[in-house]
């Protein structure tokens, strides 16, 4: 199986600070990787998709790059409601495997 | 609006058996794969099993493989879990996904998502 390891686990951060957070593939998985944000209590949803693409109705603030195994996700802005966990995973083998999260919280 | 909606949740004895339902509504569900993921508490995600539109192929993870199955039945509009030899460890929320993606790129991504209902293995 394909382990995704996020980095870091949990974070702490300011409104208005520009955030990264790295995922890193065990083998190449090409862009076949995308984000979600999870709120307590809630479903995931997706953010970024094919490693780089947003998705419909998320703020541009949100921006996803890389390819092959290291991926990073970028909020270059941090607003109130991006207070979550995220997530990365891959779509390039049957197998889907996710990231083990990393927790955004405010400082 | 595109929405699935989980449901059959509950308290099992380990060693127990339960059927998780995914109902889909807003999209032509025929067309497209589908997925379920769950979450132990305080845990993180763990892909468990994806169906292709027609049923024809299906992929688990192997922490369910040989206790799960995963079915469905597109004239119903519904996507199912059938767990056995529940396990404590299998106590976690439980979601549907709908698996989507674009022409011309082979990969997929996960939405929507379920609300997710929660299967509790206790005695």
């Known amino acids: 199986d394909i382990q995704m390891t996020q980095s870091p686990s949990s974070l702490s951060a300011s409104l208005g600070d520009r955030v990264t957070i790295t995922c890193r593939a065990s083998?190449?998985?090409?862009?076949?990787l995308n984000w979600y944000q999870q709120k307590p209590g809630k479903a995931p949803e997706l953010l970024i998709y094919?490693?780089?693409s947003l998705q419909s109705g998320v703020p541009s603030r949100f921006s996803g790059s890389g390819s092959g195994t290291d991926f990073i996700l970028t909020i270059s802005s941090l607003q109130p409601e991006d207070f979550a966990t995220y997530y990365c995973?891959?779509?390039?083998?049957?197998?889907?495997?996710f990231g083990q999260g990393t927790n955004l919280e405010i400082k | 609006e595109v929405q699935l909606v989980e449901s059959g949740g509950g308290l099992v004895q380990p060693g127990g058996s339960l059927r998780l339902s995914c109902a889909a509504s807003?999209?032509?569900?025929?067309?497209?794969?589908m997925n379920w993921v769950r979450q132990a508490p305080g845990k993180g995600l763990e892909w468990l099993s994806y169906?292709?539109?027609?049923?024809?192929?299906?992929y688990y993870a192997d922490s369910v493989e040989g206790r799960f199955t995963i079915s469905r039945d597109n004239a119903k509009n519904s996507l199912y879990l059938q767990m056995n030899g529940l396990r404590a460890e299998d106590t976690a929320v439980y979601y549907c996904?709908?698996?989507?993606?674009?022409?011309?790129?082979?990969?997929?991504?996960?939405?929507?998502w379920g609300q997710g209902t929660l299967v509790t293995v206790s005695s």
């Open positions: 996904a709908r698996d989507d993606s674009v022409s011309g790129y082979r990969g997929t991504w996960l939405d929507p």
């Open positions: 807003g999209f032509t569900f025929s067309s497209y794969s």
């Open positions: 169906i292709s539109s027609s049923g024809s192929s299906i």
């Open positions: 083998q190449s998985i090409r862009t076949y």
């Open positions: 094919a490693a780089s």
């Open positions: 995973q891959q779509s390039f083998s049957t197998l889907r495997t």
